[in-house]
């Protein structure tokens, strides 16, 4: 970790885009405020406010006032979602590299020491994720349990990992950090094509879209188990309809993840999604006629493979038409 004169560029900034979250804001700002850096360490925090029409600015103003945080400002991205959100904030932030840490994000107290430790070990890492634990606000359900890294759960052991050169699966969106030389190289501010959670629909895959669009550009995507992190869920968010929708989302936006990770290398990647596609409709309504579904508890998780199945169909479509993703 190195120092900085007055004026040059930051080492992090912990990006935080909220709508209407302010009490879960409240939250995540006391878990940044407890991060254990040296005093001479540049960093920052920013926090988009996404048209909130709640408590957030008075929740930010007790903070600054506070001083707890070094360099906390705060910003209105007045286009509602969070890649608009995500983009003002890349726009307007100094660190050379950026934490992507939701508004339901507590994080460890050496969050952030850890990822400034592992970004100077790996210096070809241009995106990374650490290991989120789910901290559940109420008794969890049985399948949300199941589906914990549907919600961000994300622990791939106790040792550092490359992800798959090949592959299209990537860290999950929540504690994602991102080299700012990795991503503004990658395009992705500029032809970014999915889109992430808005509050009218559960978009989905633009976290994996950043990763891939940076591996593809020549950097590294890693797992680190350091940076840990808490993702509040709370009960609305374990209940099989939000779970079906969510699903949906991830099907949608995975046809066009899959051709990303394989171009160039394929030479029809919109015929190909299709048919892997139909393809996985075809398998989940076999599994029923088979007699898969035979008990009530089977049931739910039928539905949310059926969800994703169905987003996939949905994607493929909008690819095979446009070439473009959800």
Do not use: K
Not at 126 to 132: E, L, S, T
Not at 187 to 195: A, E, I, M, Q, S
Request: net charge positive; with cysteine.
């Amino acid at each position: 970790m190195r120092s900085a004169s007055r004026g040059a560029e930051l080492d992090l900034t912990v990006l935080v885009c909220t709508h209407n979250h302010a009490r879960l804001l409240d939250g995540a700002l006391e878990s940044v405020a407890r991060q254990d850096l040296p005093a001479e360490v540049p960093w920052e925090v920013l926090v988009v406010d996404n048209q909130c029409t709640d408590e957030t600015q008075e929740v930010v103003g007790r903070w600054a006032a506070a001083g707890r945080i070094p360099r906390l400002r705060c910003i209105r991205e007045p286009r509602l979602g969070v890649s608009h959100a995500r983009r003002r904030g890349l726009r307007e932030s100094h660190g050379r590299l950026i934490g992507f840490v939701d508004d339901d994000c507590l994080l460890a107290p050496d969050w952030a020491a850890q990822t400034l430790r592992f970004a100077e070990g790996h210096p070809r890492a241009g995106a990374f994720g650490g290991r989120n634990e789910l901290l559940w606000e109420s008794p969890p359900t049985q399948l949300a349990e199941l589906y914990g890294e549907s919600l961000a759960r994300q622990d791939l052991g106790l040792s550092p990992r490359q992800m798959p050169v090949n592959g299209w699966r990537m860290p999950v969106g929540a504690g994602l950090v991102v080299r700012r030389e990795a991503i503004n190289g990658s395009g992705w501010v500029d032809r970014g094509v999915l889109r992430a959670r808005h509050p009218r629909r559960l978009g989905a895959g633009e976290d994996a879209e950043i990763s891939l669009r940076i591996r593809r550009t020549g950097w590294q995507v890693w797992y680190s188990p350091e940076p840990r992190l808490r993702h509040v869920i709370p009960p609305e968010r374990m209940t099989l309809s939000y779970l079906r929708r969510l699903h949906r989302g991830f099907g949608r936006a995975d046809v066009f993840l899959r051709a990303l990770a394989a171009a160039p290398q394929r030479r029809h990647p919109r015929l190909e999604g299709v048919a892997w596609s139909v393809r996985q409709l075809v398998e989940v309504l076999r599994r029923y006629r088979e007699g898969y579904v035979r008990y009530e508890d089977e049931r739910p998780t039928w539905l949310i493979r059926l969800s994703y199945a169905r987003g996939c169909v949905e994607g493929a479509v909008r690819f095979l038409l446009t070439g473009r993703g959800w």
